[in-house]
C-alpha cells in the first residue's frame, strides 16, 4: 500500500477538514476501496441549529464517493437519538433507517446516512474507516473458519474477527455485542466478506492503522505467492 499521507491536512482547518482529507487519501487507491465504496466518520461536538453543542457523528452520506468527497457530503447525526441501536434487541430495516433520519442534526441540508451508519456510532472509537481492500479481503473471504484463523495468526491481539451477519440491524447488533470485547490494543476489526475496519485517535492515527494492517497483509500474500510458485518448481 503506497502512503499517500502527504503534509496532512492544512492548518488551521476543523475536526470535517481532516476526515475529508483522510477520507481522500483512501478514496485514490483502487486497491482500497471500489468507486463509491468504503466509508468514514469522526466523533465529535456539532452545534445543533436551535440549541447549543451536542456530541455528534459526521459520517460519509449516502451516493458519496471517497476519491472526490466534499464536506458538504458528510452527514450530521446526534449520537443520543441513535441510542435505540443499543438499546433494542429487534428492529426492522425499515425502522432503522426511520431512526438515522431522525437523528440527522441537519435534516434537509445533509445527504442521508449510509446504511453502514450503525457501526460508525455503535463503535467505541473517534475516527473510523470501513474499506473493501483487496489484501484483507483475500485473507478473510475464505470457507468456514479458515479466514478467522488466518487473522488470528497473522494479527494477534491487532484484529478483531467478525462473522458475516446480514448488513442492516443484524450487523449492527453483532457490533454492539462485539465491541464491549475488543482488545484494547487492537486497531481495528475484520468483517468477513465485508471489508476491514480500523479506528484511530485522530485522522493520521487511523490512516496509520490502515497502513499497517494492509501492508502486512500484502507481505503475507506476497510471500504465499513465491512458495506456491518454489514449490511448483
Not at 39 to 67: A, H, Q, T, Y
Request: hydrophobic share 35%.
Amino acid at each position: 500500500m503506497e502512503d499517500r499521507w502527504g503534509r496532512g491536512p492544512t492548518p488551521g482547518g476543523d475536526e470535517l477538514d481532516g476526515l475529508v482529507y483522510l477520507s481522500r487519501r483512501i478514496g485514490a487507491d483502487p486497491d482500497l476501496v471500489q468507486p463509491g465504496g468504503g466509508n468514514s466518520s469522526i466523533k465529535c461536538r456539532i452545534e445543533e441549529p436551535f440549541g447549543g453543542p451536542v456530541d455528534g457523528l459526521m459520517v460519509k452520506g449516502s451516493g458519496s464517493d471517497l476519491r472526490t468527497v466534499e464536506r458538504e457530503n458528510f452527514t450530521r447525526l446526534a449520537l443520543s437519538r441513535l441510542a435505540p441501536l443499543r438499546d433494542r434487541s429487534e428492529m426492522a430495516d425499515e425502522e432503522m433507517v426511520e431512526l438515522m433520519g431522525a437523528a440527522m442534526i441537519h435534516p434537509h441540508r445533509d445527504r442521508f446516512p449510509s446504511l453502514e451508519t450503525p457501526l460508525h456510532a455503535l463503535l467505541p472509537y473517534r475516527v473510523i474507516v470501513h474499506t473493501h481492500d483487496v489484501a484483507t479481503m483475500s485473507l478473510t473471504n475464505l470457507p468456514g473458519d479458515a479466514g478467522r484463523d488466518l487473522v488470528k495468526k497473522l494479527f494477534p491481539g491487532e484484529l478483531h474477527f467478525v462473522p458475516f451477519f446480514r448488513p442492516g440491524f443484524p450487523l449492527a447488533r453483532a457490533i454492539r455485542e462485539i465491541s464491549t470485547r475488543i482488545p484494547a490494543a487492537a486497531v481495528g476489526m475484520v468483517l468477513a466478506h465485508h471489508g476491514l475496519v480500523v479506528w484511530g485517535e485522530d485522522p493520521e492515527e487511523c490512516y496509520r492503522h490502515l497502513l499497517q494492517v494492509v501492508e502486512k497483509a500484502e507481505q503475507f500474500l506476497q510471500e504465499r505467492k513465491k512458495g506456491t510458485r518454489g514449490r511448483a518448481g
